[in-house]
């Protein structure tokens, strides 16, 4: 009965491996697709609030971004107060005026009319920060504003 | 002289180095939120006439430091403002609005177009509670916008704008654009708020 004989060493071939590099890589592209280098480096907590009748900002080079919240566990000697990040650093109420002017210059004359506000504020933050930014906003003409915030439920998750 | 076959490159290790890429991406990725509440602020010249608006028209919102809700003068809770906005717009209490589906009271608003909603906060309302306020408030012009759409044409709004938007559709745009406008003017947004 040597035609069924018992084979030799009972192992389990080891799994082929080959194609794992090819899974990796189109991980890989998707990510680097996907990936959007931050702008800014935030100092601050922001942590966006939820809404659901969003709308998209659509031209990204076409919108001013405006940060508020509390300094984070780093910028403590900034105080717990929120305060106003522009671009890189901590700002003023006072110094929009100046930031929006900036960000007009950079853009192509045509284009001024469309530029958007952004407002990314930390659900915490109270209005009379956000009251004061909007003022500032109006002065200086900028009245195209949105507010980000996340897609979810208001009533939910907190 | 003997022709040698070049020995294979062992790409054994490629799997490692696209891991590492991979990691990398993986933790410098942050999804960016890019949507939003778009809202638009009123120009700083104050007009010199003053507007005489009927205090029926108005639909008075009131949120104060403690994030309660003060609707019409009434304690309200935020589910239920929605519901409350909703009636204050489709009211038509004048009769010029055929198209509306509300009660009639003539104690409340006239007509879509006339109706104000004026939302006014404290300096300590949390940005939380401001943002869903005026997310309920979007959403209720945007609940009648999208019955009216419904019923003219048989499609909801939200989805007339998505059609408008879309580069591939294939209808007619400039006849869609007139159904947007014609919408917007029968419900027009007029949210004022109170500095």
Redesign the interface.
Same mark, same amino acid.
């Given at each position: 009965m040597s035609k069924f004989k018992k084979k030799k060493g009972g192992e389990i071939p080891a799994v082929n491996t080959a194609a794992l590099p090819d899974i990796v890589f189109m991980l890989l592209f998707f990510f680097m697709v996907a990936t959007v280098m931050r702008q800014n480096t935030l100092m601050i907590e922001n942590n966006l609030p939820f809404a659901d009748q969003v709308e998209k900002l659509d031209k990204k080079d076409l919108v001013m971004y405006i940060y508020a919240g509390k300094p984070s566990a780093n910028y403590k000697q900034y105080g717990t107060e929120a305060k106003i990040q522009l671009n890189d650093k901590f700002a003023d109420v006072r110094d929009i005026a100046a930031f929006i002017a900036a960000e007009r210059a950079s853009k192509r004359e045509e284009l001024i009319p469309f530029l958007t506000t952004a407002l990314k504020v930390d659900s915490d933050a109270n209005m009379g920060l956000i009251g004061d930014i909007k003022q500032e906003l109006r002065k200086v003409n900028a009245l195209k504003i949105n507010y980000t915030t996340k897609k979810g439920s208001v009533f939910g998750r907190n | 002289m003997a022709k040698r076959a070049a020995p294979e490159v062992n790409?054994g290790s490629?799997?490692d180095i696209?891991?590492l890429?991979?990691i990398f991406?993986?933790v410098?990725?942050?999804?960016?939120?890019?949507?939003?509440? !778009?809202?638009?602020? #009123? #120009?700083?010249e104050e007009s010199e006439e003053d507007v005489i608006i009927k205090q029926k028209n108005i639909f008075t919102v009131l949120?104060n430091g403690k994030d309660q809700l003060l609707v019409e003068d009434e304690l309200m809770e935020?589910?239920n403002l929605r519901k409350a906005a909703v009636e204050f717009l489709d009211n038509g209490g004048d009769g010029t609005c055929d198209y509306c589906k509300g009660k009639k009271d003539p104690s409340s608003s006239d007509n879509p177009d006339k109706a104000i909603i004026s939302l006014k !906060?404290?300096?300590?309302?949390?940005?939380?509670t401001?943002?869903?306020v005026? !997310?309920?408030l979007?959403?209720a012009y !945007?609940q009648l916008r999208d019955s009216r759409a419904q019923s003219l044409y048989g499609k909801s709004f939200a989805e007339m704008e998505a059609n408008y938007n879309d580069v591939n559709w294939p209808g007619n745009k400039t006849k869609l654009k007139e159904q947007i406008e014609q919408i917007k003017i029968e419900y027009p947004q007029k949210l004022s708020e109170v500095?």
């Open positions: - | 790409a490629m799997a696209a891991f890429l991979l991406f993986l410098t990725t942050t999804i960016e939120t890019d949507s939003g509440i !778009n809202r638009k602020l #009123p #120009p700083i949120v935020l589910k !906060n404290d300096r300590e309302t949390t940005y939380k401001y943002i869903a005026q !997310n309920e979007v959403a !945007n500095q």
